[in-house]
Nanobody
Framework: QELLVESGGGLVQAGGSLRLSCSAS???FSWYARAWFRQPPGKER?????????????YYADSVKGRFTISRDNAKNTVYLQMNSLKPEDTAVYYC???????????????????WGQGTQVTVSS
């Protein structure tokens, strides 16, 4: 059983929008920080956005600030990534991650997170 399951990926034209969802099957994850990473073709996995369990702290990569919004619904145990004004360089496999605690020093590192989803493909055409 997958602990984290992403959905909502697909093919979209540049300038379009997509909303990714990450559902957790473990109730405990409602109290965990959650994050989105992405891995473009031929590149390393990179940080996109993170949110603490109550949403009190939110972090974004500079490349997505002002275009992407991370949010969560703890009652549904789901985290969302609203992606607007998409660009071809946003093309990647997007992964959801969870970790009990994060802080301002470690939120952007993949090794901080112990739990990962399988990923969902996002392709932005020019």
């Amino acid at each position: 059983q997958e602990l984290l399951v992403e959905s909502g990926g697909g093919l979209v034209q540049a300038g379009g929008s997509l909303r990714l969802s990450c559902s957790a099957s473990v109730r405990t994850f409602s109290w965990y920080a959650r994050a989105w990473f992405r891995q473009p073709p031929g590149k390393e996995r990179e940080f996109v956005a993170a949110i603490t369990w109550a949403g009190g702290r939110i972090y974004y990569a500079d490349s997505v600030k002002g275009r992407f919004t991370i949010s969560r619904d703890n009652a549904k145990n789901t985290v969302y990534l609203q992606m607007n004004s998409l660009k071809p360089e946003d093309t990647a496999v997007y992964y959801c991650a969870a970790q009990e605690n994060i802080d301002s020093d470690n939120y952007g590192y993949a090794h901080t997170y112990h739990y990962w989803g399988q990923g969902t493909q996002v392709t932005v055409s020019s």
